[in-house]
Antibody
Framework: QEQLVESGGGVVQPGASLRISCEASGYFFSTYGMHWVRQAPGKGLEWVAFIRHDGSNKYYGESVRGRFTISSDGSNTFFLLMNSLRVEDTAIYYC???????????????WGNGTTVIVSS | EIVLTQSPVTLSLSPGERATLSCRASQIINSRLAWYQQRPGQAPRLLITDVSNRATGVPARFSGSGSGTDFTLTITSLEPEDFAVYYCQHRSNWPTFGQGSKVEIK
């Protein structure tokens, strides 16, 4: 069964860095890319980043470009390194498996339960 | 950037009734549209891809339609578990979501 488990969330101060992780299991993770999607408290979904399964293509949302970096360990774990964190980055961060396995972001067919990041002084 | 606008913001219905949710794109997006369901306290769930294709395990009471800039998610007869928030998503190099429509129990 396909499964994603996020970890690494926590409470940090503005300007700090944090790396969150997503461990995949139950499918050929060398075939499908991965997204990060976030949801601020009481708000809707915001797409954050995508990485192709081999790490060769990466895309970022405008609000995080230049501050966040998506990566993988080449196996079954994906990461989101978040630098220069702002109060407005406070959210639940979900990793979500891409459903197509191509060069570009597609749809998201398997989701983790999320990890909470709180940026506060 | 393509903006997706969903309506209504909230829809109040009773179990067994029909729900019709709208998603309007700021530009023509062809068939590059998906729908997701998010129940309270849960992660989103993919329902529909490419306007009208049901994802694996999605009941037949869910259907999608539309073209160009106007798209619709229809739930023919609401079950108790269908009361949730629904999001549309545009597939592109920089995916975007609509702001969501909540289907609540009347």
């Amino acid at each position: 069964q396909e499964q994603l488990v996020e970890s690494g969330g926590g409470v940090v101060q503005p300007g700090a860095s944090l790396r969150i992780s997503c461990e995949a299991s139950g499918y050929f993770f060398s075939t499908y890319g991965m997204h990060w999607v976030r949801q601020a408290p009481g708000k809707g979904l915001e797409w954050v980043a995508f990485i192709r399964h081999d790490g060769s293509n990466k895309y970022y949302g405008e609000s995080v470009r230049g501050r966040f970096t998506i990566s993988s360990d080449g196996s079954n774990t994906f990461f989101l390194l978040m630098n220069s964190l702002r109060v407005e980055d406070t959210a639940i961060y979900y990793c979500a498996k891409d459903d197509y396995g191509g060069n570009f972001p597609h749809y998201m067919d398997v989701w983790g339960n999320g990890t909470t990041v709180i940026v506060s002084s | 950037e393509i903006v997706l606008t969903q309506s209504p913001v909230t829809l109040s219905l009773s179990p067994g009734e029909r729900a019709t949710l709208s998603c309007r794109a700021s530009q023509i997006i062809n068939s590059r549209l998906a729908w997701y369901q998010q129940r309270p306290g849960q992660a989103p769930r993919l329902l529909i891809t490419d306007v009208s294709n049901r994802a694996t395990g999605v009941p037949a009471r869910f259907s999608g339609s539309g073209s160009g800039t106007d798209f619709t998610l229809t739930i023919t007869s609401l079950e108790p578990e269908d009361f949730a928030v629904y999001y549309c998503q545009h597939r592109s190099n920089w995916p975007t979501f609509g702001q969501g429509s909540k289907v609540e129990i009347k």
